[in-house]
């Protein structure tokens, strides 16, 4: 009876490992590219795949770091992503016929982006920066909307500052401590790293300027939403269980900040503090703020009118419920 128990015991455990084998190489392959992968935003991805999130849902992403939503756009042209991580002003690709849709928003207001002055500028608060030059990234990019809606909302008006491209952020701040400008508009954890060397001070976050508005999607091949669907779903499920636990996990993303983007221990920290109020909880678009898009398209001259709901995203998957 024993032997018997015992070689029953073993077979149990043989199929038991068996089913678990077959499950972990059931896991569908993906290919995930990021718009930055200096973004502190985009760290919910490597943070839920190292806690075996994706996992959990049959999915195994690749991560590809990619600079900027048209890379993205880019790639998934070529076929070289089957999801991206991106900006809510990349939606309008979706409307000039990228082969890519919009399916979750995953977070809301720019808190991710900021106005930083030099550490002892005399700049003290929003008002001193009337009749300014203010750096942005590109002429019709994000910042350089946020920009123009902080001198229309301060009642300045849409030419109450001067906005100066000067594309990346190290050209941005040599600009800065050179004199040639006197605040830079780039992300707010950047602006913590310069408080941290006592280089620069964030005046105020952005995200005051667009209550109502989605910084960062989730895309998708059209093809995979229509052919796909189930691939689609779970990996939505995988990436929201990720922003759940990274919500609940400080720890967990302050170390990633760390190791991946080279923050100190202090500005992740801060970072984390400060940005982790932006991720959605389920994906959804929130009208007024799909609204404040489709007129900043408009405004920075991405698209001549309006585009449709429809154009830009779908709703079919949501809400995200992991």
Known sequence: MTMRRSATLLLAAAVAAGAALAHAQAADKVRL?????????????DVGLEAG????????????????????QQAFAAGSIDFGLG???????????????????????PRNISATV????????????????????????LTDWLTKQMAIKEGWGADGVTTVALGAINA????????????????????????????????????????????HVVFAQKRLVSD?????????????????????????????????????????DRTYDYEIAMFSEDGRFDPAAVEALKDSFVAMGTLETKPRDDQLFTDRFLPVKP
């Open 33 to 45: 590219g990021k718009a930055q992968g200096a973004a502190w935003t985009f760290l919910v991805a």
């Open 53 to 72: 999130l994706f996992a959990k849902y049959g999915i195994e992403p690749e991560i590809i770091d990619l600079a900027g939503d048209a890379k993205v």
């Open 87 to 109: 900006s809510g002003p990349g939606l309008a690709f979706a409307a000039k016929g990228s082969p890519a849709i919009g399916v979750a928003a995953f977070a809301g207001a």
């Open 118 to 141: 030099l550490y002892d500028s005399p700049i003290k608060s929003v008002a001193d920066l009337k009749g300014k030059r203010i750096s942005v990234s590109t002429v019709g990019s």
């Open 172 to 215: 941005a701040v040599a600009a800065l401590v050179a004199g040639q400008v006197d605040a830079v508009v780039l992300a707010t954890e950047a602006g913590f790293q310069l408080e941290d060397r006592k280089a620069g001070r964030v005046l105020i976050g952005m995200d005051r300027y667009a209550p109502h508005f989605i910084t």
């Open 228 to 268: 796909d669907p189930g691939l689609v779903d779970r990996f939505l499920k995988g990436f929201f269980a990720s922003i759940a636990y990274a919500k609940h996990n400080k720890d967990k993303m302050s170390q990633a900040a760390e190791r991946i983007i080279k923050q100190s221990p202090a500005v992740a």
